[in-house]
């Protein structure tokens, strides 16, 4: 297989949950050598990663989250541990971290102190403020990150308390932009040979997802609300009933909405004044929706799905799990990819994105055991012998 685009390139994971390293998965997954940092067990319990042991059923979450990556152990708050950080930021390309602003700084592992070892090195530094302003100190998470960007009051049913997306989307939303910038940061360094800090906020990822909100208020004094399954005065766009479940229709654009008319056997409703064009249609969305329903609940969903596809209109079926692995888009353009594993004989999950076509990505392995990496990152990377690593597991440091 061709390597991926990021790979020669390596990355020091010192984070934990998602925030941090779903960022790095996203560049393990292309090629980058990550090397996962964990605290080690004491007395043979605990360590590793809090993501180890999430999971519904089963703990398969962190198979996913580290797959592709090399996982150490390594005590962060022991000097020697500091030290051996340093050491393995001197031979990298980045350091990923999501532990509060200023904890690093405590330990002597901060940018400044990191950057006069290595003027090459980029520090990706994921957190839920920030790492300045008044809040950067704050322990912040995805879910409070969501409501303070504005996502959690616009996400669920108006008639109800503002409601999560079912996704930890603030975390993720996080993690995906600090990688790209990470990558712009790359880019930089290949024209000055200089790293630098990317500081992506959790807060600030789902802000940049909140389309024209802001401007919304500022010119016009509206704020936008939880509105359900609907775009306000965009129709129709929502979820209709069929007689077997729901499907998703899309049909408001005009030339759109003409082809629907015709595929529901009202060929005059496309030149109705009340919905032949854009804004009549956002006025009477509610009635045109309750018009469409009545028409689609006379149809099993794939048959209808046939029907709209047939006429030209956007429409789908809301997958789950199950509708994921059985359908033949997914399988022809190997979405899901099953992943051996020791312990799980079943395990799919989802494939590497974005799809290169000269530098694809790969899943090289499930997230592996706590500590299964430190004989080749300590004895080949480092250079410790035998003696040295015995030394550093009895006190604990790894």
Known sequence: MTQG???????????????????GQLMADHGAE????????????????????????KPVWFPVLARGKKCITLNLRDKRGQDIVRKLALKSDFLLENFRPGTLEKWNLGFDQLHALNRALIMIRVSGYGQTGPYSSRAGYGSIGEAMGGMRNLAGDPSNPPSRVGLSIGDSLAATFACLGALMALNHRHRTGEGQIVDAAIYEAVLAMMESTVPEYTEAGIIRERTGSVLPKIAPSN????????ILIGANQDSVWSRMAEVMGKPELGSDPRYSSHVARGEHQAELDALIGKWTINFAANDLLALLEAGGVPAGKIFKAPDMMADPHFA????????????????????????????????????????????EVYGELLGLNSTQRAELTEAGVI
């Open 5 to 23: 685009a990021l790979a020669g390139l390596r990355l020091i994971e010192m984070g934990q949950l998602i925030a941090g390293p779903f960022c």
């Open 34 to 57: 990550v090397i996962k940092i964990e605290p080690p067990a004491v007395n043979g319990k605990g360590g590793g990663d809090p993501m180890r042991a999430w999971g519904r059923g």
């Open 239 to 246: 979820v209709y009933p069929c007689n077997d479940g729901e």
């Open 332 to 375: 022809a353009r190997h979405a899901l990819q099953k992943v051996p594993h020791p312990e799980f004989a079943n395990l799919w999950m989802q494939n590497v994105f974005p799809k290169l076509s000269q530098t694809p990505g790969e899943i090289a392995w499930a997230g592996p055991d706590l500590g299964a990496h430190n004989e």
